[in-house]
Antibody, heavy 114, light 109 residues
């Protein structure tokens, strides 16, 4: 069964870049799925779709984040990654990666603070 | 900006039936929006229940079903169990971008 695990710094300073990686196990990132997604959730609030990447490399982003987000895939490592630039406190959230929207990682809390 | 609206909260009695809905600010929700539904319990990651309006995952309990109802996407829970108390989110597709609803807090009481 496919499993996903987010990893990356739990604390990022304002104006810096948030970088997270999602490692896929139990199957190849190039098979069995059309796309891989990032979603976030501020404490006590709802879910927000950040973006997705197809295994071909094609990406789609949330229009509200598009200017700051890059999602990439490294098929050799069975990983895909999220970069969010110029972060502020409003970017503090639990960040989830998902295979399409079926399988989700456990989430990782990222706090933006100096 | 596209807004997806869900009931903020609903209550259902154990063994009862409840329908959660998901509306789009752009108009009627159709199958072209590929409605998805998720269940989230406190401290846990969301769990997918329904995709493409009506399709269930292998782990989705039979008491959950998805449909289109009155221009909205709908999630019906028939025979509510105490363990169904959770937050439920819908997700709609807008030609390349996806938008989550604000969530419905379902109480089984």
């Amino acid at each position: 069964q496919v499993q996903l695990q987010e990893s990356g710094p739990g604390l990022v300073e304002p104006s810096q870049t948030l970088s997270l990686t999602c490692t896929v196990s139990g199957g190849s990132i190039t098979s069995g799925a059309d796309f891989w997604s990032w979603i976030r959730q501020p404490a006590g609030k709802g879910l927000e779709w950040i973006g997705r990447i197809y295994t071909s490399g094609t990406t789609n982003y949330n229009p509200s984040l598009k200017n700051r987000v890059t999602i990439s895939v490294d098929t050799s490592k069975n990983q895909f990654s999220l970069k969010l630039r110029s972060v502020t406190a409003a970017d503090t959230a639990v960040y989830y990666c998902a295979r399409e929207f079926s399988y989700w990682g456990q989430g990782t809390l990222v706090t933006v603070s100096s | 900006q596209t807004v997806v609206t869900q009931e903020p909260s609903l209550t259902v009695s154990p063994g009862g039936t409840v329908t959660l809905t998901c509306a789009s600010s752009t108009g009627a929700v159709t199958s072209d929006y590929y409605p998805n539904w998720f269940q989230q319990k406190p401290g846990q990651a969301p769990r997918a229940l329904i995709y493409s309006t009506t399709s269930k995952h292998s782990w989705t309990p039979a008491r959950f079903s998805g449909s289109l109802l009155g221009g909205k996407a709908a999630l019906t829970l028939s025979g509510a169990q105490p363990e169904d108390e959770a937050e439920y989110y819908c997700l709609l597709f807008y030609g390349g971008a996806w938008v989550f609803g604000g969530g419905t807090r379902l109480t089984v009481l």
